[in-house]
């Protein structure tokens, strides 16, 4: 399995706060995502990155930024959380074929 | 727009038997195609994958057919385990530089012992 980790796994927050959530990995893969999964949405990209400081908007990137300072960190910063917010969140990376991401176990987000 | 369907949210099948999971998409630059599995609680995990230049990937149970000419492909698992019930997402992406995987919403099968 590939080495990836997300922290915090679980958080409630308040409307208006800012929240980050880490995605680490041990694999020193070049491309990082960050995805949320909605019921009746399946996966939405939110950023992506394909090296330190290259990072990119998917479909559903307004309200969130990411950084990456490292190749084993990607960030994702909800500047002010909102309750369309909730959600659970996938940190994914690729292999060398850009195409296989593995998918780390998630963060269930949940703003009040 | 939702470039990759699932239209079957959910499917049930009895142990033994043949799972037919069906995925259309409307992109025809797309030229590569996968499939993951989501167990509750954990991240996705992928399954199989096929190339637009093949029309049939195979990987144990699990089998993978692509028709070009209807952008449709179907994952076939044979024989259904109860430890095969989960959420399939369908997935592709495109040519040329980096391209975005684009995921289906998902199917959830249910394998009945």
């Known amino acids: 399995d590939a080495g990836i980790t997300q922290s915090p796994r679980h958080k409630v927050t308040e409307t208006g706060t800012p929240v980050t959530l880490r995605c680490h990995q041990t694999?020193?893969?070049?491309?990082m995502y960050w995805y949320r999964q909605d019921p009746g949405h399946g996966l939405r990209l939110i950023h992506y990155?394909?090296?330190?400081?290259?990072?990119d908007k998917g479909e559903v990137s307004d309200g969130y930024s990411v950084s990456r300072s490292k190749t084993e960190d990607f960030l994702l910063t909800l500047e002010s959380a909102t309750s369309s917010q909730t959600s659970v969140y996938f940190c994914?990376?690729?292999?060398?074929?850009?195409?296989?991401?593995?998918f780390g176990p998630g963060t269930r987000l949940t703003v009040l | 727009d939702q470039q990759v369907k699932q239209n079957s949210p959910s499917l049930s099948v009895q142990e033994g038997r043949i799972s037919i999971l069906n995925c259309d998409y409307t992109?025809?630059?797309?030229?590569?195609f996968l499939w993951y599995k989501k167990y509750p609680a954990e991240g996705p995990t992928f399954l199989i994958s096929?190339?637009?230049?093949?029309d049939k990937n195979e990987d144990g149970r699990f089998t993978v057919f692509l028709n070009k000419s209807a952008k449709h492909l179907s994952l076939h698992i044979v024989p259904s385990q109860p430890g095969d019930s989960a959420v399939y997402f369908c997935?592709?992406?495109?040519?040329?530089?980096?391209?975005?995987?684009?995921f289906g919403t998902g199917t959830k099968l249910q394998v009945i012992p």
């Open positions: 994914a990376i690729s292999g060398t074929s850009r195409h296989e991401q593995f």
């Open positions: 990155s394909y090296g330190v400081k290259d990072t």
């Open positions: 997935a592709a992406s495109g040519t040329g530089g980096y391209q975005k995987v684009t």
């Open positions: 096929i190339s637009s230049i093949k």
């Open positions: 992109n025809s630059m797309f030229d590569y």
């Open positions: 694999e020193n893969h070049r491309y």
